[in-house]
Nanobody, 124 residues
Framework: VQLQAFGGGLVQAGGSLRLSCTVNGSSFSAVTVVWFRQAPGKEREFVSGFRSDANRPYYGDSVKGRFSISRDNAKNTVYLQMNSLKPGDTAVYYC??????????????????WGQGTQVTVSS
């Protein structure tokens, strides 16, 4: 399974970005794809994921109400729409994948496959 993340960049506080993660090498419908982020000197943090069997999105507390995750099965792509961005959102964003949804979805150790990361920088 190969993941490619796109869409990072520099944006002012209050602005928006949309990240994309394309999955190749596996049946997309059988794969759980989530987003993590990691700021300098900090641990990797769960941002968002979509549990397909329950048709339910999950979000980290720090992004609830501002970020939205979606999937396009026809394009093998997961999107992360990020609105009302804050300087604290500055980080490298990674998409990650595994098979079925894990109850420990927030733990990076649960994921077998990772994209290369895309930098998001929010200026004040």
């Amino acid at each position: 399974v190969q993941l490619q993340a796109f869409g990072g960049g520099l944006v002012q506080a209050g602005g928006s970005l949309r990240l994309s993660c394309t999955v190749n090498g596996s049946s997309f419908s059988a794969v759980t794809v989530v987003w993590f982020r990691q700021a300098p000197g900090k641990e990797r943090e769960f941002v968002s994921g979509f549990r397909s069997d329950a048709n339910r999105p999950y979000y980290g507390d720090s992004v609830k109400g501002r970020f939205s995750i979606s999937r396009d099965n026809a394009k093998n792509t997961v999107y992360l729409q990020m609105n009302s961005l804050k300087p604290g959102d500055t980080a490298v964003y990674y998409c990650a994948a595994r098979g079925y949804w894990s109850v420990e979805y927030y733990s990076p150790a649960q994921y077998d496959y990772w994209g290369q990361g895309t930098q998001v920088t929010v200026s004040s």
